[in-house]
């Protein structure tokens, strides 16, 4: 997969710009707040459909405008064809998406036709950052394989707002037959919703088990193990996921947790268990990570998930997604930097940097000069 030309109106600094990229390794270079990071944005919105940066679409937009428009150009390599996709963020109502020129309704339509993994300074929190933070990585990372996901996640996020909105309304206001009777077909609803989320999770963690222990690995210059273990409220005292890729288990499993804890979530006004308090335990040497990684530690183990994602999306799709490494190479030494490219030779990748001294050695297919929006 690899971006042929995204083209921005209005989109944060940039008031007009059309970028052509080419295969290989592409680079963005300029100072910082010139408009790199702007255009890293913009391509990873067509991938999962929203910013990563932010959450309010009006502060994608510039200032003084309503609207912004981003258009995209993406070839499939597995048949050559030609995709266009485009988004529309308006400062007073919702975004609009279109797919080669068809309208879509849904975000889940969307997500999936073009792939990207995304690698920021951000991300080497991942490993002693919350929980919340790595069930993101895992559930966008999903979403682009299997979009069917997203709408599962929004479902179960619907149910579990829902459930808590009751459980307030039963603390506050006390129990009666009908608002428990509620309570109840809101915990059935939940349970299913759970057994599929955790399904889905527990299969993808399964799947990076393949490939992420080589990477740190060889990262590690073969001195450290990593690994990786699911926790969720259906498996805390198992070693692997077994069983739980079964739907009608997990769904069993969470019957049962829930059945266990329904008074004591009565009791607190809030849904205590479920998959909204996942977590990835990350193991290096058989130790916590999150507890004595170093910085090196760290850094080696996301950049391992990053290039596990890589493949796990070329064997479900039959071909690489496109890597956005944002400002990255200055928080890499130069063995990492090394390994990880070595390992993207035969992908699209598109760097921002600002300083040309990180390049050297590096082999560049096209460089692209950002100042103030303008790209050359």
Not at 161 to 184: P, V, W
Request: aromatic content about 10%; charged content about 30%.
């Amino acid at each position: 997969m690899q971006v042929k030309n995204i083209s921005l109106t209005n989109y944060r600094n940039i008031e007009s710009a059309s970028v052509d990229f080419s295969d290989g390794i592409n680079i963005l270079i300029g100072e910082n707040a010139n408009g790199k990071t702007n255009a890293v944005e913009a391509i990873y919105q067509f991938a999962q459909g929203k910013s990563f940066r932010t959450k309010n679409n009006s502060e994608s937009i510039s200032f003084d405008k309503d609207a912004c428009d981003l258009n995209l150009e993406y070839v499939c390599e597995k048949n050559n064809k030609t995709n266009r996709m485009n988004i529309k963020l308006y400062k007073d109502k919702l975004k609009k998406f279109s797919y080669n020129g068809i309208a879509l309704k849904k975000t889940a339509e969307f997500i999936g036709n073009f792939r990207a993994v995304l690698f920021t300074p951000d991300h080497l929190g991942l490993v002693k950052g919350n929980p919340e933070s790595r069930r993101k990585f895992i559930d966008m990372a999903i979403s682009q394989i299997k979009p069917i996901y997203l709408s599962y996640l929004l479902d179960y996020e619907r149910v579990l707002s829902q459930r808590n909105h009751l459980m307030r309304f039963i603390k506050e206001r006390g129990e009666t037959k009908d608002n428990i009777a509620q309570f109840y077909v809101w915990t059935k609803k939940l349970v299913r919703y759970s057994a599929i989320i955790t399904r889905y999770r527990g299969e993808y963690i399964e799947r990076l088990k393949e490939f992420v222990p080589d990477f740190y690995l060889g990262l590690s210059n073969g001195r450290e193990n990593i690994a990786l273990v699911y926790v969720s409220h259906v498996n805390k005292n198992r070693t692997d996921f077994g069983d739980f890729n079964n739907f009608e288990v997990c769904e069993k499993l969470y019957d049962e947790v829930f059945a266990q804890c329904n008074r004591e979530e009565l009791a607190y006004g809030s849904t205590l268990y479920g998959p909204h308090r996942d977590d990835l335990y990350i193991e290096i040497e058989g130790k916590n990570a999150r507890a004595i990684a170093s910085q090196g530690q760290q850094r080696s183990a996301v950049l391992a998930l990053k290039l596990a994602e890589g493949n796990i999306s070329k064997i479900s799709h039959g071909e690489y997604p496109v890597f956005l490494f944002d400002d990255i190479l200055s928080e890499l030494d130069r063995t990492r930097q090394d390994f990880i490219l070595r390992h993207l030779e035969d992908r699209q990748v598109i760097i921002t940097c600002c300083n040309s001294e990180l390049l050297k050695g590096i082999n560049i297919s096209k460089i692209i000069e950002v100042k103030e929006g303008r790209f050359s």
